[in-house]
């Protein structure tokens, strides 16, 4: 090597440490920060049995009122429905907690149906019942049909003098593509008269195989469709043609909408849910299980009242 390329290869070693010593210094924290988020994580998904599909979302540390003890939210998103869950995790990230703080001086049965607007909607049974049952529905969902069926099977025959159904909207649009349209549509029925509205509700819960059907989803013939399956119920009834032609045409979803953030506000994410006097039922109950829970409510309600 001549003296020449001896100094270029010394130029070329020292530019390169001048090159090292300007970039940044690695942080030391980071790869354990990230293996501890992917650790809580996965604990996250196992403890919360989290859909595949779900994402998972810390939030920030803040400080708890545990000693050695961060506060520290996780989100769970899935199918466009987010739950934010409130976890502790250790100061050296060794352990995650999950507590729930009960007030014991709070009835949550209460606290729920304080947060349920009943205002305006289709009702059946005893107005004036000791016991409500609020159902956040799907029209297209079978398990709410089975559940429909079930439901008003039996109060209509052995409790209607003393329950109250009291019907809310809860379509899950990404997997019904017209439960949004017939629960828009069973509103234009409403409007006008509420035995159009159960007419139509009993008839598209009790056929919706055949309701599938007519209503094919491929964007252009299911609302025209749809409508016309409530246009017969108004018929039928003899409602004013017009106006119910113009809120078929306008498919106004503000009550449909204002139901569905109600039940995401109460922790509702599947159809059927239902609260009988506040106490929520996710899913179907069989007969047997359906009247322990009205019996228990009603003496629930009579011993309440009996103790004023």
């Known amino acids: 090597m001549t003296k ?80 934010t869950v409130n976890f502790l995790i250790a100061k050296d990230g060794s352990k995650l907690l999950y507590l729930t703080e009960i007030d014991l001086n709070e009835d949550p049965y209460a606290k729920n149906m304080k947060r349920i607007d009943l205002t305006g909607r289709p009702f059946r049974g005893a107005e004036n019942g000791t016991v409500t049952v609020v159902v956040y529905d799907d029209f297209q969902c079978p398990f709410c049909a089975k559940m429909y069926v079930t439901l008003f099977n039996e109060v209509m025959v052995h409790y209607r003098d003393r329950v109250k159904i009291v019907m809310k909207d809860f379509p899950l649009v ?33 056929h919706q195989q055949e309701v599938s059907a007519r209503v094919k989803p491929d964007g252009t013939t299911a609302p025209a469709a749809m409508d016309k399956v409530a246009r017969e119920f108004g018929q039928k009834h003899n409602l004013k043609a017009e106006p119910l032609e113009a809120c078929l045409a306008r498919q106004n979803q503000k009550k449909v909408e204002a139901s569905m953030e109600e039940g995401k506000s109460l922790g509702v994410s599947a159809t059927p849910t239902m609260f009988i006097n506040g106490q929520e039922f996710e899913g179907v109950l069989s007969v047997e299980n359906l009247r322990l829970v009205l019996d228990r409510a009603l003496n629930e309600a009579a011993s309440a009242k009996a103790g004023q």
Request: glycine share 4%; aromatic share 8%; hydrophobic share 40%.
């Open 4 to 83: 020449l390329d001896a100094g270029i290869v010394m130029n070329l070693v020292h530019a390169l440490f001048l090159l090292i010593l300007a970039l940044p210094l690695p942080q030391q924290n980071a790869p354990q920060q990230n293996d501890l988020d992917r650790r809580i994580e996965r604990q996250v998904r196992a403890y919360t049995e989290a859909p595949p599909d779900s994402q998972i979302m810390l939030g920030p540390r803040t400080p708890s009122s545990w000693k050695g003890y961060d506060n520290l939210p996780v989100t769970i998103a899935a199918n466009g429905i987010s739950k």
């Open 174 to 206: 990404e997997a019904h593509p017209w439960a949004m349209r017939a629960a828009v549509d069973s509103h234009c029925l409403a409007d006008q008269d509420l035995a159009a509205y159960w007419d139509f509700s009993d008839y598209v819960h009790t």
